[in-house]
């Protein structure tokens, strides 16, 4: 599945790569009817947080993998907590803050899920290319 359709996928539809759409009809078909069920995610380890090249304490974009809950909420805070600024989702599936991160180079990373269920990550640094993993998954 492509995270992005190319004009839109409306309603309950989505885009898929080449090889998965070839697999199925003939790329000519160009749109094809299907089904589809969501099911449990079998992944029980905590989820992974990694920043984006680029990112540091003055344009911040993370992205969470391995979750188990499809994420409906990022937020990030640079003082342990008391405040907290939501970040927005990018179509390329990393969440930003445009104004960073206040000068903190360390911070604390809220994830809720679509089921309410959050997870709280402290220690997250604000530099390019780091992971963190989070101490649970939903």
């Known amino acids: 599945i492509v995270d992005e359709c190319p ?4 309603g309950k539809t989505f885009d898929l790569f080449p090889t998965a759409f070839s697999s ?3 790329p000519s078909a160009g749109e094809i009817p299907i089904t ?11 989820f992974v947080l990694r920043t984006k090249g680029g990112s540091s304490q003055y ?6 993998y391995n979750a188990n809950q499809a994420i409906t909420k990022l937020e990030v805070s640079g003082d342990d907590g008391k405040t907290w600024k939501s970040a927005v989702r990018q179509t390329y599936n990393y969440w930003l803050l445009a104004s960073g991160t206040d000068g903190k180079t360390t911070v604390q990373i809220r994830v809720t899920a679509k089921s309410g269920k959050v997870v709280v990550t402290k ?16």
């Open 24 to 26: 199925l009809a003939l």
């Open 7 to 10: 004009g839109g996928c409306a």
């Open 36 to 46: 589809w069920d969501y099911i449990t995610c079998p992944i029980t380890t905590p």
């Open 59 to 64: 344009w911040f974009a993370i992205q969470v």
């Open 123 to 138: 220690g997250v640094p604000t530099a390019e290319g780091k992971t963190v993993t989070a101490a649970s998954n939903f």
